[in-house]
């Protein structure tokens, strides 16, 4: 298939495209590289042994878009283009709304004037807030911060549009904690700044770019008091994209699913994962809690296995050895 991927030069974007092209698929990248860097796109071209088109381009751009898609006539969209640093979202909220919101219209716009009526959307398990876990695509939602609302608010504008459009074929994945690094380590993620994440923080950590981890509380209701997440390898999320790619190619309407391991893991079995990675041992303190944190989140991944036939096959020491090999081959990202 034509696949128009915004945001692929990011992250999980660069890994998805990587995927994409290897599956044989004509990939062309939107991306206005606010928060991310070409450079990424040129490493996917060398592991995929062919490149994907690359458009420099805020989504919002309507008269890129439209340009776009007369050239390029995608025949399914993904689209993870989008501002995503909680802390940041609640600072600046328009921002959020802007760009966000905007964007999505704008491409959804762009799709219905071109007949292209596939569409992945990346969401996030913060739409189920402080939901006891494990969490199914059914559990209530609720966000609390502006950029979580950004990703509920898009999965509903999604819902309308699939009930105005009978053609129209949605995807919605909602992501729990992608984490690792493509095994070549050529490909991961490069935080701008100070990063907000557990993994990127410590794998600065690790290899020695900043002194200690801030473990944000250890008196939670967990078993040794520090938070618990679902994290994922970025590649099984990557194949989970094309998992949900092939499933909306025949099914028309709106579909939810959770993409995660349904196995949790605290931030104490995480700095001891990435120390048996990086084979020495992670400064840390402990700090009070980090507003807005829960103590627990893992998903309900069954409903993905049931209908994309997909589940993640990777673990938490594999994730850790993946991304101490993108860190460490890469200590200052994509610039250096
Ligand atoms: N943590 C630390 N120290 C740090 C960073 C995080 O102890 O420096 C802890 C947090 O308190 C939490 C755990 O590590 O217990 C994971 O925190 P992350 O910031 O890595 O991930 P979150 O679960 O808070 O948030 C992530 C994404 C959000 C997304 C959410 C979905 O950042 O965008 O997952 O659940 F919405």
């Known amino acids: 298939m034509r696949v128009l991927v915004t945001g692929g030069a990011g992250y999980i974007g660069s890994h998805t495209t990587l995927a994409l092209l290897e599956a044989g698929h004509d990939v062309l990248v939107v991306d206005d590289l606010t928060n991310s860097h070409a450079e990424s796109l040129r490493r996917v071209a060398t592991l995929a042994g062919r490149p994907a088109q ?3 381009a805020n989504v919002r751009h309507d008269d890129v878009m439209e340009a776009t898609f007369a050239r390029f006539l995608p025949e399914a969209v993904i689209h993870f283009a989008g501002w995503k640093a909680v802390g940041e979202s609640v600072a600046k909220p328009l921002v959020y709304y802007r760009e966000n919101l905007d964007s999505t219209l704008t491409l959804l716009e762009t799709m219905q004037r071109h007949g292209c009526t596939r ?3 990346s969401s996030s398990a913060t739409v189920y807030g402080a939901g006891e876990p494990p969490l199914s695509e059914d559990a209530p939602t609720g966000a609390t911060n502006p950029y979580g609302r950004t990703k ?3 999965e509903e504008i999604l819902a309308d549009a699939s009930v105005a459009d009978p053609d129209l074929a949605v995807g919605v994945l909602r992501y729990f904690n992608p984490i690792g690094a493509h095994a070549s380590g050529m490909i991961g993620e490069d935080p701008q700044g100070i990063p907000n994440n557990l993994v990127p923080y410590v794998a600065q950590v690790a290899t020695g770019r900043r002194a200690e981890l801030s473990v944000f ?3 939670y209701d967990t078993p040794d008091g520090t938070g618990i997440r679902d994290y994922i390898h970025v590649l099984d999320l990557a194949a989970g994209h094309l998992a949900a790619l092939d499933y909306i190619r025949d099914h028309a309407g709106y579909h939810v699913w959770n993409l995660g391991t349904g196995r949790g893991t605290s931030v104490f079995e995480i700095i001891s994962a990435y120390e048996r990675a990086c084979g020495h041992p992670i400064p840390y ?3 009070p ?3 807005g944190d829960v103590a627990r989140s893992f998903a309900d991944p069954s409903k993905a296995k049931r209908e994309l036939g997909w589940e ?3 673990g938490i020491d594999e994730m850790c050895v993946d991304s101490y090999r993108w860190q460490s081959n890469n200590p200052r990202g994509f610039t250096a």
């Open 289 to 291: 809690r980090r507003a």
């Open 217 to 219: 509380g250890d008196d």
């Open 119 to 121: 569409i992945v959307f």
């Open 312 to 314: 993640a096959t990777r």
């Open 152 to 154: 509920l608010m898009i």
């Open 285 to 287: 303190q402990v700090l």
């Open 54 to 56: 690359f458009v420099e």
